[in-house]
């Protein structure tokens, strides 16, 4: 009978009984093994203590090319103002054919010799300031070039010491060379053009001036040289002044005049 009844237990309990708690060791927990952290590129991860593992390089942002611009000229520019007693000192007086009321100081820019832009002052007469600009302006656009240009009073009105600077100027207030008469400077209506590189050369072919030794001869290509039919000369003669390298007998390759004289 006993036999019986264990065999109805196991069929009605639809399967394997469940153990007995008390009669089961519980089961050890099981450890799960850490889970490895993902990473991601730049991302710093834990090092031990002491690790001198070094952080990756940072990668610098591009930098542009430094590659110099290209300087650009200033354009030319020119003012025309009155002139002071005090800024003609020197070179007007008493007696001259013009008064300093007449005469205009054009501050300009020309190009020098260094390939550079300058400034420099030309004292002339007012009726002649407008045209004269007018030259000035295409020989800086052409970039001929001026070794300076001052007025005649930095040198005290020497004529002399300021073409042997080789100073481009123009009123100074005294006799043309070998005469006894005006000049036409003494009107503001001449210009001294680069003295050195355009001396004064008498009939025989002698010159006042050591430093102008190289550059009698004409034609010469040499920078700052006037020569016959050249630019220099087409420009002043589009305001109707004439050259006096043209003239017979000696010759004065600096000056331009306004009667050519």
């Not at 007018?134 to 007025?151: A, N």
């Amino acid at each position: 009978m006993a036999t019986v009844l264990a065999g109805l237990a196991t069929a009605c309990g639809a399967g394997a009984t469940a153990p007995d708690a008390a009669a089961s060791p519980a089961a050890a927990p099981v450890e799960s093994p850490p889970a490895a952290s993902a990473t991601t590129p730049g991302t710093a991860t834990a090092t031990p203590p002491g690790s001198a593992t070094p952080a990756p390089p940072t990668a610098a942002p591009p930098t542009e090319s430094a590659t110099p611009r290209p300087t650009v000229p200033p354009p030319f520019s020119a003012k025309i103002g009155k002139v002071s007693r005090a800024e003609v000192r020197y070179s007007w007086h008493e007696g001259c054919p013009v008064s300093v009321g007449d005469l205009r100081k054009i501050t300009m820019t020309y190009w020098g010799f260094d390939d550079k832009s300058h400034t420099g002052e030309l004292v002339v007469n007012k009726s002649a300031a407008d045209d004269l600009v007018s030259v000035f302006g295409k020989l800086y656009d052409h970039r001929y070039p001026i070794r300076r240009m001052e007025s005649v009073d930095v040198y005290k009105g020497s004529d002399y010491d300021s073409i042997d600077a080789d100073n481009t100027s123009a009123f100074n207030c005294r006799s043309a060379t070998g005469s006894s008469s005006w000049s036409q400077h003494a009107y503001g209506l001449a210009v001294d053009l680069n003295p050195r590189e355009n001396p004064y050369v008498y009939a025989d072919g002698s010159h006042a001036h050591k430093n102008a030794t190289g550059f009698v001869e004409r034609p010469l290509k040499k920078p700052g040289v006037v020569n016959a039919g050249d630019f220099v000369v087409r420009t002043f003669d589009g305001i109707g002044w004439g050259w006096g390298g043209s003239w017979s007998g000696a010759k004065d390759f600096q000056h331009f005049s306004s009667n050519g004289r």
